[in-house]
């Protein structure tokens, strides 16, 4: 059974950095997509970052140049390094884990628990 397990998140002020990691277990990590969602109070979740096995990455639009997404497929672990934090970024970060024939457009089945990120003004 797949499973994955974040840490990482914290209070910082804005302008600073937190970096997130997320460890996989219960599946062949080299066969899946893994990335980071984030879910705000009263909005939807949303993506911010994947990463596929060959490390190609894809950035939502409001953490372009502010986040970096990794991955290590030895340690079978993705990391999220977010620089310049913003107020707006104020979430519950979820790690996931799509297949990698499976639409882009969507997550996969796989989450992590979560962990919460909170910047102060």
């Known amino acids: 059974q797949a499973q994955l397990v974040e840490s990482g998140g914290g209070s910082v002020q804005a302008g600073g950095s937190l970096r997130l990691s997320c460890g996989a277990s219960?599946?062949?990590?080299?066969?899946?997509?893994l990335g980071w969602y984030r879910e705000a109070p009263g909005k939807q979740r949303e993506l911010v970052a994947t990463i596929s096995s060959g490390d190609d990455k894809v950035y939502a639009d409001p953490v372009k140049g502010r986040f970096t997404i990794s991955r290590d497929n030895v340690k079978k672990m993705v990391y999220l390094q977010m620089d310049s934090l913003k107020p707006e970024d104020t979430a519950v970060y979820y790690c996931n884990a799509r297949f990698y024939t499976a639409p882009s457009e969507k997550p996969g089945a796989d989450w992590g628990q979560g962990t919460q990120v909170t910047v102060s003004s």
């Open positions: 219960g599946f062949i990590f080299n066969w899946y997509v």
